[in-house]
Nanobody, 116 residues
Framework: QVQLVESGGGLVQAGGSLRLSCAAS????????MGWHRQAPGKQRELVAQISTDGSTIYADSVKGRFTISPDYAKNTVYLQMNSLKPEDTAVYYC??????????WGQGTQVTVSS
């Protein structure tokens, strides 16, 4: 079991930036991948970005070139830098950890609201 605590959400104008943080309770050595997902009202939760322990990354097409996922292994933290935000990026953002053994763990979510 990995506890995840997200922070950094908020209200921003279109074109602005935010950085989300996700602190894990355990070392990344026991984790295969960390990711950010989001869920907008009335929509399914979707993958935004993911980074594996080998450093490979996956991004949703809608955020490529605007969002960057990066880890800080010393702090057991993963960040999501979000630039050029659009109103359609408005959602609750969830951090997820896929441990080497066990099921995916989720954070509590942080709201991101982008005003036009």
């Amino acid at each position: 079991q990995v506890q995840l605590v997200e922070s950094g959400g908020g209200l921003v104008q279109a074109g602005g930036s935010l950085r989300l943080s996700c602190a894990a309770s355990r070392s990344f050595f026991i984790i295969n991948a960390m990711g950010w997902h989001r869920q907008a009202p009335g929509k399914q939760r979707e993958l935004v970005a993911q980074i594996s322990t080998d450093g490979s990354t996956i991004y949703a097409d809608s955020v490529k070139g605007r969002f960057t996922i990066s880890p800080d292994y010393a702090k057991n933290t993963v960040y999501l830098q979000m630039n050029s935000l659009k109103p359609e990026d408005t959602a609750v953002y969830y951090c997820a950890a896929d441990p080497r053994v066990g099921v995916r763990n989720w954070g509590q979510g942080t709201q991101v609201t982008v005003s036009s």
